[in-house]
């Protein structure tokens, strides 16, 4: 019996492939030929992601608004939750900016000949006050048509809180919004299936046109990606859950290290649920805690995917020559942390919101060709950290609560 080879497996086999055939190509004069007639299939691939975006930020975040009203019935804990969630991942966002601005000052990042017929419209430096206008849609149907991101979050958000605030008449409306954001799923995971076809275009396209140097910059922005990983989880996390839950760093980390390898391997906090939960409940949390935390976590929170997306948005951008000014980096920290609220918990998903960072800053979407070929390595360790995030969480909150119910009980 044939066995189906599995999704990684594949993705490996494409990359691998491709790096072959690329260089064969670099070498043997090919690029024309592979620009021609393999980089149109790379090309499908990234009008999929430009296509599915704007529906899946729109909804994702609509419904993220939406279960945030659920928030209120779960009273303090919802709101600790949310506070860590968003400053763990503004946080990872600056972490990220920080690492890759080092990489790119001391020359890692290399600005590409792109080849010929390949053109990129160059962003302009817009002043801040023309940023915060521009914010603000005047028409939701051009913002949707030119995929104006941040419009189209301001518009996400401004329905998500319509449709709390109209209450019980806004049922259907909520209702709607949970079917069609499910549909989106299913096409984003279609999307994500046939992605090994668009590894192997894509890489082999890089490589062919790019030449062998460019495989040395892609391991540059893995490692920049990885070494920010690696802060964040022992900075960050050692501190808040010392800091906060009074625990041990060395019993937070294995406690939770079953979960994090498993999210490793099968890079999708959503696979990895169970085994976040029993980490979590191994470190002590409460029940009741776990199951709130845990799996809004593993729909929301996702640190490691905000540092990839601050990391390759600034390699990107270098890749065109473009310098990131403050302004769109703090552009950056906002999207990428919104960006990471949408990010569905599945693999390669966080690849397809990095294109609405890369959009709110203007550098050109089609970018993500350069390093759509090893999403999965930088999926694997942004996972670990997303998955482990959500665990320091629980942790936390737990802690928050006992100290609560402490004083109540004193009082
Ligand atoms: N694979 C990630 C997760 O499931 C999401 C992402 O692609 O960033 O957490």
């Not at 817009?126 to 030119?146: C, H, K, R």
Request: hydrophobic share 55%.
């Amino acid at each position: 019996m044939k066995k189906k080879l599995s999704l990684p497996v594949q993705i490996l086999i494409a990359l691998l492939a491709g790096i072959v055939v690329g260089l064969i190509c670099f070498f043997a004069g090919g690029a024309d030929f592979v620009t021609n007639y393999l980089r149109p299939f790379g090309t499908i691939f990234v009008n999929l992601l430009k296509f599915i975006v704007v529906p899946v930020v729109l909804l994702s975040l609509i419904d993220g608004v939406i279960s945030m009203g659920d928030m209120k019935k779960v009273g303090s804990v919802g709101w600790k939750t949310m506070a860590y969630f968003l400053a763990t991942t503004a946080l990872a966002c600056v972490i990220g900016l920080v690492f890759a601005s080092i990489f790119k000052n001391a020359g890692l990042f290399p600005t590409l000949q792109l080849a010929e017929g390949v053109t990129w419209d160059k962003a302009t430096t817009a002043n801040f006050m023309d940023t915060l206008v521009g914010i603000f849609p005047t028409n939701m149907w051009e913002s949707f048509t030119t995929s104006n991101m941040l419009q189209v979050i301001v518009i996400a958000l401004m329905l998500g809180a319509g449709i709390l605030a109209a209450g019980e008449k806004a049922k259907a409306i909520q209702d709607v919004v949970g079917s069609a954001y499910a549909v989106i799923e299913k096409v984003m995971a279609f999307i994500i299936k046939l992605s090994p076809i668009g590894v192997f275009a894509m890489i082999t396209w890089v490589v062919a046109t790019q030449g062998a140097a460019i495989l040395g910059s892609l391991a540059l922005v893995i490692l920049c990606a990885y070494l920010a990983y690696a802060v964040h989880i022992i900075v960050v996390y050692s501190f808040s859950v010392k800091a906060f839950a009074g625990m041990s760093p060395v019993t937070f980390f294995k406690g939770a290290a079953a979960a994090t390898l498993f999210a490793f391997t099968s890079t999708s906090s959503a696979a990895t649920l169970p085994v976040s939960k029993e980490c979590a409940e191994n470190l002590g949390v409460d029940k009741d805690i776990v199951s709130f935390v845990i799996p809004l976590g593993c729909t929301i929170n996702m640190d490691g995917t905000a540092i990839y997306q601050s990391v390759a948005t600034v390699f990107l951008a270098t890749c065109v020559g473009m310098n990131l000014t403050l302004g769109q980096m703090i552009t950056v920290v906002v999207t990428a942390t919104l960006a990471s609220i949408g990010t569905a918990g599945v693999s390669g998903a966080g690849m397809i919101m990095l294109a609405m960072v890369l959009t709110s800053v203007g550098v050109p979407v089609d970018m993500i060709m350069i390093i759509y070929g090893v999403d999965r390595i930088f999926d694997m360790g942004r996972t670990a950290l997303n998955v482990t995030g959500d665990i320091s969480c629980a942790v936390c909150v737990n802690q928050w609560e006992k100290a609560k119910a402490a004083r109540k009980a004193k009082a």
